[in-house]
Protein backbone atom coordinates (compact mmCIF):
# COMPACT_ATOMS: atom_id res chain seq x y z
CA UNK A 1 0.00 0.00 0.00
CA UNK A 2 1.48 3.61 -0.84
CA UNK A 3 0.06 7.06 -0.07
CA UNK A 4 -0.73 7.62 -3.61
CA UNK A 5 -3.13 4.05 -3.61
CA UNK A 6 -4.68 5.35 -0.35
CA UNK A 7 -6.08 8.53 -2.44
CA UNK A 8 -10.28 8.05 -2.07
CA UNK A 9 -9.69 7.15 1.89
CA UNK A 10 -8.82 8.70 5.02
CA UNK A 11 -5.17 7.44 6.30
CA UNK A 12 -3.14 7.79 9.58
CA UNK A 13 0.30 7.60 8.64
CA UNK A 14 1.58 6.52 11.83
CA UNK A 15 5.47 7.10 12.76
CA UNK A 16 6.52 4.62 15.33
CA UNK A 17 9.04 2.03 16.77
CA UNK A 18 9.37 -0.79 18.57
CA UNK A 19 11.53 0.88 21.05
CA UNK A 20 9.41 3.54 21.85
CA UNK A 21 7.25 3.03 25.25
CA UNK A 22 4.74 5.90 24.31
CA UNK A 23 4.15 4.46 20.21
CA UNK A 24 3.46 1.06 22.40
CA UNK A 25 1.42 2.31 24.73
CA UNK A 26 -0.88 4.13 21.84
CA UNK A 27 -1.28 1.02 19.72
CA UNK A 28 -3.84 -0.54 21.51
CA UNK A 29 -6.25 2.64 20.46
CA UNK A 30 -4.56 2.87 17.07
CA UNK A 31 -5.87 -1.27 16.52
CA UNK A 32 -9.23 -0.32 18.35
CA UNK A 33 -9.70 2.30 15.90
CA UNK A 34 -8.84 0.56 13.06
CA UNK A 35 -10.63 -2.54 14.03
CA UNK A 36 -13.83 -0.16 14.17
CA UNK A 37 -13.31 2.32 11.31
CA UNK A 38 -11.36 0.31 8.06
CA UNK A 39 -14.60 -1.09 6.55
CA UNK A 40 -16.10 2.54 6.41
CA UNK A 41 -13.06 3.67 4.49
CA UNK A 42 -10.65 4.26 7.46
CA UNK A 43 -6.42 3.06 6.13
CA UNK A 44 -2.98 3.05 8.10
CA UNK A 45 0.17 3.19 7.13
CA UNK A 46 2.89 2.32 9.72
CA UNK A 47 6.42 3.83 9.51
CA UNK A 48 8.71 2.23 11.70
CA UNK A 49 12.28 4.30 12.69
CA UNK A 50 13.69 0.50 13.96
CA UNK A 51 16.74 -0.24 12.64
CA UNK A 52 16.66 -4.22 13.86
CA UNK A 53 14.15 -5.88 11.35
CA UNK A 54 13.24 -8.48 13.74
CA UNK A 55 12.31 -6.40 16.71
CA UNK A 56 10.14 -4.54 14.34
CA UNK A 57 8.95 -7.62 13.11
CA UNK A 58 8.15 -8.96 16.42
CA UNK A 59 6.22 -5.67 17.81
CA UNK A 60 3.86 -5.58 14.71
CA UNK A 61 3.27 -9.28 15.79
CA UNK A 62 2.87 -8.70 19.67
CA UNK A 63 0.93 -5.55 19.25
CA UNK A 64 -1.04 -7.12 16.36
CA UNK A 65 -0.68 -4.11 13.65
CA UNK A 66 -2.65 -5.93 10.68
CA UNK A 67 -1.99 -2.44 8.59
CA UNK A 68 0.47 -2.07 6.44
CA UNK A 69 4.19 -1.50 7.74
CA UNK A 70 6.74 0.39 6.36
CA UNK A 71 10.51 0.44 7.31
CA UNK A 72 13.52 1.30 5.59
CA UNK A 73 15.53 0.36 8.81
CA UNK A 74 16.80 3.64 9.17
CA UNK A 75 16.21 5.31 12.30
CA UNK A 76 15.99 8.72 12.28
CA UNK A 77 17.47 8.70 9.22
CA UNK A 78 14.25 7.36 7.31
CA UNK A 79 13.69 9.55 4.18
CA UNK A 80 9.74 9.16 5.02
CA UNK A 81 10.57 10.37 8.19
CA UNK A 82 12.56 13.38 7.02
CA UNK A 83 9.74 14.14 4.37
CA UNK A 84 7.52 14.60 6.75
CA UNK A 85 9.54 16.74 8.90
CA UNK A 86 9.39 13.88 11.90
CA UNK A 87 11.09 14.70 15.24
CA UNK A 88 9.86 13.23 17.97
CA UNK A 89 7.25 9.55 17.58
CA UNK A 90 4.55 8.89 18.36
CA UNK A 91 3.68 10.90 15.12
CA UNK A 92 0.62 10.82 13.67
CA UNK A 93 -0.54 12.63 10.35
CA UNK A 94 -4.13 12.20 9.26
CA UNK A 95 -4.79 12.81 5.61
CA UNK A 96 -8.10 13.38 4.04
CA UNK A 97 -9.56 11.50 0.67
CA UNK A 98 -7.46 13.59 -1.39
CA UNK A 99 -3.81 13.16 0.47
CA UNK A 100 -3.87 16.50 2.08
CA UNK A 101 -2.56 16.30 6.02
CA UNK A 102 -5.24 17.99 7.90
CA UNK A 103 -4.54 16.99 11.47
CA UNK A 104 -1.24 15.55 13.17
CA UNK A 105 -0.65 13.84 16.43
CA UNK A 106 -4.02 13.14 18.06
CA UNK A 107 -4.41 10.29 20.33
CA UNK A 108 -7.02 7.99 21.61
CA UNK A 109 -10.38 9.78 21.56
CA UNK A 110 -9.19 12.72 20.16
CA UNK A 111 -8.10 10.46 16.81
CA UNK A 112 -11.40 8.80 16.76
CA UNK A 113 -13.52 11.54 16.63
CA UNK A 114 -11.78 13.46 13.53
CA UNK A 115 -11.53 10.34 11.78
CA UNK A 116 -15.02 9.70 12.14
CA UNK A 117 -15.93 13.19 11.32
CA UNK A 118 -13.56 12.81 7.88
CA UNK A 119 -15.54 9.46 7.26
CA UNK A 120 -18.82 11.46 7.87
CA UNK A 121 -19.75 8.79 10.50
Not at 25 to 49: D, F, M, Q, R, T
Request: glycine share 6%.
Amino acid sequence: MTLAASLGKVTIVDFWASWCGPCRKENPNVVAIYNELHSKGLNIIGVSLDEDPEKWKEAIAKDKLTWTQVSNLKGWEDPIAKQYKVESIPATFILDQSGNIVAQDLRGDELKAKIKELLGK
